[in-house]
């Protein structure tokens, strides 16, 4: 009993010479905390061996490596990254050190106003390679198929927009502002629909009048020999309709399915002359009448000068 009791009065005087003992320490490396059981007193540099952390050229740790731990503490390691920021279009690249998304931005000295907004949440860690994009967002108006919608987008363009509501158009549809637009805060988007549709319409063809002169009659007097008649024409027409309305009607072809008839007036040019006048005198009128007894016919005038005329009477 006696030499089992010196033992262990060995044992504790040895620990006490050594002065080791075991604590949990917390290592966050970028954010990743890990935990694990570490015998102390003993260097940063030592403990993350003990945790087979590798560090690279330009990561940063707290406390340094040199510092000895002994008791529990938390040891931060800050990754170096090359991080992409998009700001306003323009693209640069930034070095840092660990850090969140709001300290990348408190570096750089951005202060994101009320209508930009930025691709992660501002306590995200960065990691190496991250593009961080800041955006503008605005208050757009799209007007479409009779609704109106409100909408708050980051869209950098009018084309964005319409993808972002999911609207579609056709090639003949107007969009105002034009797709290529940059899109601005309080912009009024409208697209109107714009169809097509073929008619065929049956339409008259007025018809013409021609006059001939006729030296057999007294001047001033008509007489129509052929009597006019309108034709007929299939008219093909192109309807433009915005959202419904018809806005144009155009004739793109036509085919005649009946030709008119012109109407032909005889004029008269023949002067009469009386039979006191120096001009020609009647010598003879004779009267043929019609042999139907309607007691209707023609007289035959023969002139002085040889020339012979008919009046129906």
């Known amino acids: ?52 952390i590798v560090l690279k050229d330009g990561d940063e740790v707290s406390p340094s490596l040199e510092t000895e731990i002994s008791d529990t503490q938390e ?13 306003d279009g323009e ?9 969140t998304i709001s300290d990348l931005l408190e570096q750089e000295g951005i202060t994101l106003g009320e209508k930009q907004r930025v691709n992660y949440d501002l306590d995200e860690y960065l990691t190496d390679g991250m593009e961080v994009k800041i ?3 605005f208050s757009v108006e799209v007007q479409c198929d009779g609704e109106t919608q409100n909408l708050d987008t980051e869209a950098a363009t009018v084309r964005d927009v319409l993808t972002e509501l999911e609207i579609s158009f056709g090639q003949d549809d107007r969009i105002a502002p034009a797709l290529t637009e940059p899109v601005t805060d309080g912009m009024q988007i409208t697209v109107k629909r714009v169809t097509f549709k073929t008619l065929t319409e049956t339409e008259a063809i007025e018809y013409e009048t021609t006059y001939e002169d006729d ?5 001033g007097k008509e007489e129509v020999s052929t009597e006019g008649e309108s ?31 012109t109407k032909v007036v005889r004029v008269g040019t023949k002067e009469e002359s009386s039979s006191g006048g120096s001009g020609r005198a009647v010598v003879s009128k004779k009267a043929f009448y019609d042999c139907n007894g309607s007691g ?11 020339s012979v005329e008919y009046q129906e009477f």
Do not use: W
Not at 215 to 219: D, E, P, Q, V, W
């Open 1 to 52: 009993m006696k030499k089992i009791m010196m033992l262990g009065m060995a044992v504790f005087f040895m620990m006490g010479l050594c002065g080791c003992k075991k604590a949990m320490m917390q290592i966050n490396d970028n954010g990743v905390v890990t935990e694990l059981e570490v015998s102390i007193p003993q260097t940063v540099e030592g403990i993350l061996g003990d945790a087979e």
């Open 75 to 87: 040891i931060v390691i800050s990754r170096k990254h090359t991080v992409s920021l998009t700001i």
């Open 91 to 99: 693209t640069k690249e930034v070095v840092m050190a660990g850090g």
């Open 135 to 137: 955006a503008n967002q």
């Open 215 to 219: 030296s057999s009659m007294a001047k």
């Open 231 to 261: 034709g007929e024409k299939e008219v093909t027409y192109k309807v433009t309709y915005v959202d419904g309305v018809e806005e144009s009607k155009e004739a793109v072809s036509e085919n005649v399915t009946k030709e008119p008839v």
């Open 296 to 306: 209707h016919g023609y007289y035959e005038i023969t002139y002085s000068d040889g």
